[in-house]
Every structure is written in structure tokens, then in C-alpha cells.
């Protein structure tokens, strides 16, 4: 069966659709299509506390077009959330009620807990060693967050808004982050050794970068060495000579030291990057309603 996901985040907006199919106790996973739509909501919720109409207008064509391939692919169920940049537009419920009257859509604005609920969803902790620690971050355009895994549960995790657009735009006071990497240092140091797990498109993209192996760790000095590399370049050559989208090379290098800066504050010497999302988490947790439901009518 197929289910579909809607990301609305703070750099861009996306779509995934995705195969589900029934394994005994687990579900098998695989992308059927993934759209990718750089809108920025974060420049305009940062910096003036409201989306303009522009790019209201975009985001209800945007959706519009999700929802006719959502309808085309005749989904089981979807859902769509909306993540930093809608939580803190002023009129971010007059576009949640447009989205549904105009484009059909229900949409939920989470907030962080709730959004690295959904991340650590992906049960990604369960695949590793159960016997080791990890830390996993998600960083977006406008907020990161960060779960600490312990022999497979989930001991700790935080979200904060520190992330790349914010960065870019001078948005993040020293105060913040300072609480940021004193939670870090505070929350890891009894966990060691201890391996970062990196999640969103800008390490996915250092990390093909890197030319690594899948399931292969990226260590610190390299996404060291690729963020002074990158750094290098002038925005431009970054899109003409390294070849990054245009919505990724300015965010790609202030994501990098976020990873960077997590790291060091935990003595984290390696990232692992199995490139799945928010979005990819909200379809784990689409499926196991669907088996519950499922249970609950063969028990009832």
C-alpha cells in the first residue's frame, strides 16, 4: 500500500511517496517518488514574523500540485506537518485555514518535541548496535534536534531553534547558543564513546560529497575538511563550479557547523548519514496506525 508525507519546513517543502509493504512484525519501505520545493517560509517567519502573500500563494500552489499526486497515486493515508517557520509566523493560522479551504489539505503545525518524535520514528536506533550510545540530529532550516539513543531507548532530546536559515540571517543570539552546546556537553558526557547519526538534506549532501560507502561513517575531520572546502568557494562557484542547488549553497556550510559545533561539544569523533527525514518519519508513524487499526479489528 502506499501512503504519502508533507514536510513543510523552513527552507523548502516536500512530498514523499512511499511503498509500504507487509513483513511479519516490520513494514518494508521504499520511495515511490520524492518532490522537493525550495520555498524559504523561513526568511520571511524570521526576519518579519509573518509569510507574506507571495509566498502564501506558492505554498497553496505547491500543495495543490501535492494533493493531485496524492490523489493520483491513490495513497492509503497521508499527513501533512509543518515544522519552525509556521510555529512562529504570526499568521501562520489564516495559511494552515487557506491550505485546507484552497488546496484541501489539513495541515498540523508541530512543535519540536513533537517534531523529534516524529524523527526518532524512523526506528533507526533499533538497525544499530543495540549495545552501543548514538546521537541523533536533525537539523533544518530553522530549528536542529537532537535525541540521545542508550542500548536502543531514547534517554534524552531537545529541540532548538538553531538552524540554517536562522544561522545565515544572523537570527541565533549567543545566549541560545550557548544553552545549546552546554545541553549537549551536559546531556552526552556520561556517554561515551559516543557516534552522531546526521539527518536532512544538507549532510545528506556532504555526505555524497564525501564519495563514503553507505552505512559507512563520515568523521569529524572530514565533514571538517568538506565544510573549510565548500567554505572556500564564493556562492556562486559554489552552484557553478561544485554544482549545489541554488536553495543549498548558502545553508549547506552554516548546517555543517551545526553538526560540527554538536560534536565536538560531545566528543564525537564519527556521523553516520542513512539519509531519511522528517518526512520518512511521518510515514512510519502513518504505518503503524495502519497495523494497530489492523490489530484492533482482528482483536475486537
Known amino acids: 500500500m502506499?501512503?504519502?508525507?508533507?514536510?513543510?519546513?523552513?527552507?523548502?517543502?516536500?512530498?514523499?511517496?512511499?511503498?509500504?509493504?507487509?513483513?511479519?512484525?516490520?513494514?518494508?519501505?521504499?520511495k515511490a517518488d520524492l518532490v522537493r520545493v525550495p520555498l524559504r517560509l523561513g526568511e520571511d517567519a524570521f526576519l518579519k514574523k509573518?509569510?507574506?502573500?507571495?509566498?502564501?500563494?506558492?505554498?497553496?500552489?505547491?500543495?495543490?500540485?501535492?494533493?493531485?499526486?496524492?490523489?493520483?497515486?491513490?495513497?492509503y493515508s497521508f499527513k501533512a506537518c509543518a515544522t519552525s517557520a509556521l510555529r512562529e509566523a504570526q499568521n501562520s493560522a489564516e495559511i494552515v485555514e487557506r491550505l485546507k479551504r484552497e488546496a484541501g489539505i489539513k495541515v498540523e503545525i508541530i512543535d519540536g518535541k513533537t517534531e523529534a518524535e516524529i524523527v526518532y520514528s524512523n526506528h533507526v536506533a533499533e538497525k544499530l548496535d543495540k549495545s552501543s550510545d548514538y546521537l541523533y540530529i536533525d537539523v533544518g532550516g530553522g530549528s536542529t534536534e537532537i535525541t540521545l539513543f542508550s542500548k536502543n531507548k531514547c534517554v534524552a532530546s531537545r529541540s532548538f531553534n538553531i538552524g540554517t536559515i536562522r544561522l545565515l540571517h544572523q537570527q541565533v543570539d549567543k545566549e541560545v547558543w550557548k544553552e545549546f552546546k552546554d545541553w549537549v556537553k551536559t546531556a552526552t558526557e556520561n556517554y561515551h564513546p559516543l557516534t552522531a547519526i546526521g539527518s536532512g538534506g544538507n549532510i545528506n549532501k556532504i555526505f555524497k560529497m564525501s564519495r563514503r560507502k553507505q552505512n559507512k561513517p563520515?568523521?569529524?575531520?572530514?565533514?571538517?575538511?568538506?565544510c573549510e572546502f565548500i567554505e572556500a568557494f564564493p556562492l556562486e562557484d559554489r552552484i557553478r563550479v561544485l554544482g549545489l542547488n541554488t536553495d543549498r549553497a548558502d545553508v549547506i556550510v552554516p548546517a555543517a557547523k551545526i553538526f560540527l559545533t554538536i560534536m565536538k561539544a560531545a566528543g564525537i569523533e564519527k556521523i553516520l548519514v542513512p539519509q531519511i527525514g522528517m518526512a520518512d518519519g511521518i510515514i512510519h508513524l502513518l504505518y503503524e496506525n495502519h497495523r494497530q487499526k489492523k490489530s484492533e479489528k482482528v482483536n475486537g
Open 218 to 226: 563520515l568523521s569529524y575531520a572530514k565533514l571538517k575538511e568538506i
Open 50 to 75: 509573518k509569510i507574506s502573500e507571495k509566498k502564501i500563494e506558492k505554498l497553496i500552489a505547491v500543495i495543490k500540485s501535492f494533493k493531485l499526486l496524492i490523489d493520483f497515486y491513490e495513497v
Open 2 to 30: 502506499k501512503f504519502a508525507a508533507i514536510d513543510i519546513g523552513s527552507n523548502a517543502v516536500r512530498l514523499l511517496l512511499c511503498n509500504v509493504y507487509d513483513d511479519g512484525d516490520e513494514g518494508i519501505f521504499k
